[in-house]
């Protein structure tokens, strides 16, 4: 039974990282973050404009602990863009202050030039 659900989470998060150019999976949702690191990475993409599609973790523990798994990476929040796990908090944090973020969403069609 637990298989299915975890097996069910890995597709879910499969499927909304390739159908989004950019996703954050998060502790609440864009208009309520449920966390500090959460509404951070939400007010970075914000400012830069950046459409992004943002999945609350907290609907399911399923969820909460596969997208640990699926990126091999243990904290939320996590930002995928185009497919590919950037990072949590801090990486978003120091790549959006040495203008590497702006670059990168540039460069892979997200953001307006």
Same mark, same amino acid.
């Given at each position: =039974?637990?298989?299915?659900?975890?097996?069910?989470?890995? &597709?879910?998060?499969?499927?909304?990282?390739?159908?989004?150019?950019?996703?954050? $999976? =998060?502790?609440?949702?864009? &208009?309520?973050?449920?966390?500090?690191?959460?509404?951070?990475?939400? #007010?970075?993409? &914000?400012?830069?404009?950046?459409? $992004?599609?943002?999945?609350?973790?907290?609907?399911?523990?399923?969820?909460? #602990?596969?997208?640990?798994?699926?990126?091999?990476?243990?904290?939320?929040?996590?930002?995928?863009?185009?497919?590919?796990?950037?990072?949590?908090? &801090?990486?978003?944090?120091? =790549?959006?202050?040495?203008?590497?973020?702006?670059?990168?969403?540039?460069? #892979?069609?997200?953001?307006?030039?």
């Amino acid at each position: =039974m637990t298989d299915s659900i975890e097996q069910q989470a890995h &597709d879910f998060i499969a499927r909304t990282v390739s159908e989004h150019p950019v996703v954050l $999976f =998060m502790k609440g949702v864009p &208009d309520r973050p449920g966390c500090g690191f959460s509404a951070t990475v939400v #007010q970075i993409l &914000d400012h830069l404009g950046v459409d $992004f599609a943002g999945v609350n973790v907290l609907q399911s523990d399923a969820l909460r #602990q596969g997208v640990k798994v699926y990126s091999d990476w243990p904290t939320i929040p996590q930002l995928y863009v185009k497919g590919e796990f950037i990072g949590g908090c &801090d990486i978003v944090k120091e =790549m959006y202050g040495s203008g590497e973020l702006q670059t990168l969403l540039s460069e #892979q069609g997200v953001l307006a030039a």
